[in-house]
């Protein structure tokens, strides 16, 4: 595997990452940077946890460190666009390390608190702006921010904004994007929404999948544990009250049943913290830099807060409630096992869960080792296995479907070459991108 050295970035960014510890990229990153320090489009299936904020940040702060566009008040130079405030603070701080070492401004913006602040960021003018959609949009309708000096936008868990609803105000944003500009969009998986959109986004995209061989996924130990519902917190307490454990994230289906395992762990001297959509801005940011800390050991979480929560050494991840959608068992046990480290995934599962698990193992095409603790279970001694591949993940390897390409942008019209890339063809150190 070829180092950081091999890879073509500004300086102070390669300083920045050796302080960091990051010696070799991770598939993403090798297969994403280069291509996009090229100003090429990007269709990248990933997840979190594979190093893909570093893949679409380092070619960002590349290109301003090169070219040092001039700073317009209300337009930004680069857009990212996270569907969670938590995953827009956490690239916010992942542009902060790296750029450590070079002159950059940047700005978040985010519902749920006041707008005072942010408006005033964008008025004194941003390099990179990282944003959710729905504060972005409203910003635009009242004037405190024009997108038409964008030259590169990344669209970030593009997967998770369609399942959150968010298509009318990305086809918003997409509109008033400027035709030439460079596109980076990920996605931990590729639905025919997604793929539709990305068809829209992209033009001439480089397709990159990571996702079937991430090293983050395989090295997590994942085991069911089938048991009826009364025994689910007693198994919980035992797992907890282990010696290995360490920082551990249980996920619950619902809000109120993230707030209930909480209360409880904390009556039997676990300290957690509940962390879901209804809590406030500040209760979120407390709760993750608590456990952070270590400060509470445990993080109770419904799916969509949980979604980008990136903190090294979770060693357990633990499935309350077996989630509904197979797909989020997949973001779920990845929040274990990052950067390289080991991690273990327990997945509780009562007789009434059994289609679900049934749908997991499907989806990740591996069947699952269950374990009965208490005796064995009514519903199933071991789980069918899957039959084929039918939802095999991904499928875009390779880059097929570069070809046939309409080109079509989000406003219908056929988009340029975006001037990121001519200009940077024009400098020697870079590959015209017109030649790969
Ligand atoms: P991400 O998928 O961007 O959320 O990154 C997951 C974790 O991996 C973060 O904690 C990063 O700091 C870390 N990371 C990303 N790239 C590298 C790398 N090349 N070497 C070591 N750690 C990395």
Redo the contacts with the bound molecule.
Sequence with gaps: MKSFDSIDLFAPLKKALKQLK?E???PI?AQTIPPAIDGIDILGCAQ???????AFALPILDFLGHEEPPVKSKRPVSLILAPTRELAIQISQSFAEYGKHMRFSQALVYGGVSQGKQIAALKRGVDVLIATPGRLCDLMQQGHISLDSVEIFVLDEADRMLDMGFLPDLRKIMAALPKKRQSLFFSATLPPKSRQLAKELLFNPVSINVTPESPSVERIEQKVVLLEKAKKFGYLDEVLSGKSVDRTIVFTRTKRGANQVAKKLNGVGIRAVAIHGNKSQNARERALAEFRRKKVTVLVATDVAARGI?I?GVSHVINYDMPVEAESYVHRIGRTG??GAEGIAISLCTPTEKEELLAIEKFIEQRLECDEPFGPIRFVNAPKKKQGGSRSRGGSRGRNNRKGRSGASASGSKPTRNSSAKRRSQKSRRKPAAAR
């Design positions: 990051y070799i990229p991770t990153q979190t946890g594979t190093g893909k904020t570093a990136d090294d990052r950067a």
